[in-house]
């Protein structure tokens, strides 16, 4: 049973950190693209930011700057630092991994930016 975990939100002020982790688990032969998606209420899902396996990085133009997404393939395992937060970046945020050739979402971390 492939799993993905992801912990590290909460509640922080504007202007403030929080670093996301996601861990994959299971019966795993490779990973491929790995990602973080966020959805606000009343909006859709979309991307923040995705990496390859090989390192390459893509951002969404309202996070770039502000934002950086990395991974350890030994540890299967993504990151995503955030800094310098507004409270747009509110919403619950997904992490995506393609593995085994197979797309795989984990359950949604939420985090709050607010004073």
């Known amino acids: 049973q492939v799993q993905l975990v992801e912990s590290g939100g909460g509640l922080v002020q504007p202007g403030g950190s929080v670093r996301l982790s996601c861990a994959a688990s299971?019966?795993?032969?490779?990973?491929?693209?790995m990602g973080w998606y966020r959805q606000a209420p009343g909006k859709q899902r979309e991307l923040v930011a995705a990496?390859?396996?090989?390192?390459?990085?893509n951002y969404a133009d309202s996070v770039k700057g502000r934002f950086t997404i990395s991974r350890d393939n030994a540890e299967r395992t993504v990151y995503l630092q955030m800094n310098s937060l507004k409270p747009e970046d509110t919403a619950v945020y997904y992490c995506?991994?393609?593995?085994?050739?197979?797309?795989?979402w984990g359950q949604g971390t939420q985090v709050t930016v607010s004073s």
């Open positions: 995506k991994a393609e593995i085994n050739n197979y797309p795989r």
């Open positions: 990496i390859t396996r090989g390192g390459t990085t």
């Open positions: 299971g019966s795993i032969f490779r990973i491929n693209d």
